[in-house]
C-alpha cells in the first residue's frame, strides 16, 4: 500500500473490510472458496494445516503488517490451508476479484502485488534454508539476535506472542524449543515466561 500512487491507494481502501476476530477464531479453512485475501492491521494469525490423522504444522506466524492468501490474486480459487486469530486480532480482508480488476487497471496495484509475492518467495527460501542449515537453538538464537538492540551486550525481550506460537514460526515442536532454550542457558539466556534475558550477546552469536 505504501507504493501506491493516490488513486490506486484510495481505490484500494475503498474495497477494503477491516474485521476482528477473537482468539482461536478461524478465518477459513483449507479448501474453502476463496474470497479475500487479508494484511493484519493488530495481532497474530496463525496460518497452518491439517494431516489425515489431525496433526497441525504451522506454515507461517502473520503479525501487524503481514499480508496472506495473496498468491490466490493470481492463481487458484480455493484457501491452500487454514488460518486461525492466534490472539485478538484485526485484519483488512479485500475481495480478490476487486482486486484483479484494479490491478488491471492501475500499473501501481499490479507492481505491488507482483513485489509482495516476491517478497513472500524470499522470506519462504530463507525459512527452508534456516531449516536444513540450523539445528533448533540457532534458529532461536538468531530470532533472538534479530530482536536484540544493536551494539548492545545484554538485553531484555518480551516475546509479542506466547512461546507456542513462536515454536511454530520456528518451524519446531513445542518440546524442541523448550530443549533449545534449555541448550542455550550456556550462552546466558534465561526464560521467565515471554521474558528472555540474554546476558551476553557476544556469546550467543557464538552459537
Not at 2 to 7: H, M, Q, V, Y
Not at 102 to 115: L, N, R
Not at 131 to 154: F, I, K
Request: charged residues 25%.
Amino acid at each position: 500500500m505504501a507504493s501506491l500512487g493516490p488513486n490506486a491507494l484510495a481505490r484500494m481502501i475503498d474495497i477494503a473490510t477491516v474485521t476482528s476476530y477473537e482468539a482461536r477464531d478461524l478465518l477459513f479453512r483449507d479448501g474453502e472458496a476463496a474470497e479475500y485475501f487479508y494484511c493484519v492491521l493488530s495481532g497474530y494469525v496463525r496460518l497452518y494445516r491439517l494431516n489425515k490423522d489431525g496433526r497441525e504444522a504451522d506454515i507461517r506466524i502473520c503479525g501487524p503488517g503481514d499480508t496472506f492468501a495473496e498468491c490466490l490474486l493470481s492463481v487458484g480459487d480455493t484457501y491452500y490451508y487454514n488460518s486461525q486469530a492466534a490472539e485478538n486480532a484485526t485484519v483488512a480482508r479485500f475481495e480478490l476479484q476487486k482486486v484483479r480488476t484494479i490491478a488491471e487497471q492501475e500499473k501501481d496495484v499490479a507492481k505491488a502485488i507482483i513485489q509482495c509475492l516476491s517478497n513472500y518467495l524470499r522470506s519462504t527460501m530463507d525459512c527452508i534454508a534456516n531449516d536444513r542449515l540450523q539445528t533448533a537453538p540457532q534458529r532461536v538464537a538468531q530470532y533472538l539476535l534479530d530482536n536484540c538492540p544493536r551494539d548492545s551486550a545484554s538485553a531484555s525481550i518480551r516475546l509479542p506472542f506466547q512461546k507456542s506460537l513462536l515454536a511454530g514460526k520456528l518451524g519446531l515442536a513445542p518440546e524442541a524449543l523448550s530443549r533449545a532454550f534449555s541448550a542455550l542457558r550456556r550462552a546466558g539466556v534465561t526464560v521467565r515466561g515471554r521474558i528472555i534475558q540474554i546476558s551476553d550477546i557476544s556469546a550467543l552469536k557464538q552459537i
